[in-house]
């Protein structure tokens, strides 16, 4: 009988003993041993409840004036304090952030933003410690929930981030760099930079990234379409998307400055097929000259500006590289030799290594001088138009002028020689 009683008395004190070591468990995973019973008397006070009125001011030291002023970012529709968390939220969080607002006592802000007459949203951050975590709400608990959720999933900056260059001059030219550059034909990314230099570093170069506010790229863009260059500020509007979007993917920026600007997509002008009579016009004065051959290869074969220097002759075709692939993979497309074409190309021997070839911009500059109200890429649209007019099939056309099929068109498509060069024949119709 006593012995019974003695195994239970050592039962019970064996469940008090693993109590014991819970209990120890989770005070040091929470607060150091040297401090333990204080912090816990001061937590068990405290609750973790808000402060008086929610929202305490938090004001700081101006470093130009040296006088005392509200916190940057504030407003008189703004207020700005700290958030207090109760016990059951704490529980919620991730360890590594306990330790962070309990051990270290850092504690996260909340702001009040007014964003109407009766519409109020709150928002919680905490940035220390290599964090940037942001969270918002209609209501404090809310915010609070989202805020949690975030937590859970933050990942601190790294080293390779902190040493990332923060001004959008530096930061656009080390992400173009390393990142778009590979991406990108020559021209295109030389096309980019002018369009950097002339526009946005001017504008907004010398700034922080986190410091550029949405009023300030519409100004930017609203000055261009203002000037008439509409397609220069669709082209700006892109440019400004990718450096934000790359430095929100570098933990930059939270937010893209442009999701909030008013922009009118610009509507592009396609080209215009030369008139039988314009043709013959612009080859009675080019005939003979440097410019005959660049300008037959665009119109016969329907060759982008850019790849007119790429053009070669094999047997009964002219080979040029596609250049409209990403990741720069280099493909070639193949053009039958036209009638018109093949006259040409006999003065120069069919050989076109002897052939001056003209930069592309020196070639789109002199077009109009002499083809008025054309441009140098319209003798690509007058090549796919003839070929719907003589009937030539999609799925050659396609294959002409470099169009992709699509990835399963590309992958399941593999056209003849012999098809390529009977659809080609129709063209001697021209």
Known sequence: MHYGKIEEALHYLRQMDELAKLTRSLLNELIT???AQDDVAIHKRSLFRFAQNDVVSFPFVSRETGKEKSDVGTSDTQKQGFVEFSEKEILQMPAHFKRLIIIQKKRCRIRVHQSG?????YEIRYRSDGYNVSACGKTIELAKANFIKKLKTARPRTDAMASVPTTLEEFTTYYFEKFRKPKLAELTYENDERRLRAHIFPALGKMRLNKITPNQCQILYDSLRAEGKNKTADEIYSLLSIIFKGAIAHGILERNPLNVIVHYKHETQSGKALTRDEENALFDQVRDTAYEVPF???????LRPNEIKTAKIAGEFIVAVNSKRKNRKIEYKKIPICLKLQAILAKIENDLTNVEKRAEKTLSIRFPKFCPNHKLYDLRTTFYSRCKEFGVADSARD???????????????????????????KLNKW
């Open 296 to 302: 037959a290869l665009a119109l016969y074969c329907g």
């Open 117 to 121: 007459q009766n519409s109020t949203t």
């Open 399 to 425: 294959e002409f002028v470099g169009h992709s099929l699509g990835a399963l068109g590309n992958a399941y498509t593999d056209l003849s020689d012999e098809y390529l060069l009977s659809e080609g024949k």
């Open 33 to 35: 041993e040297h401090d």
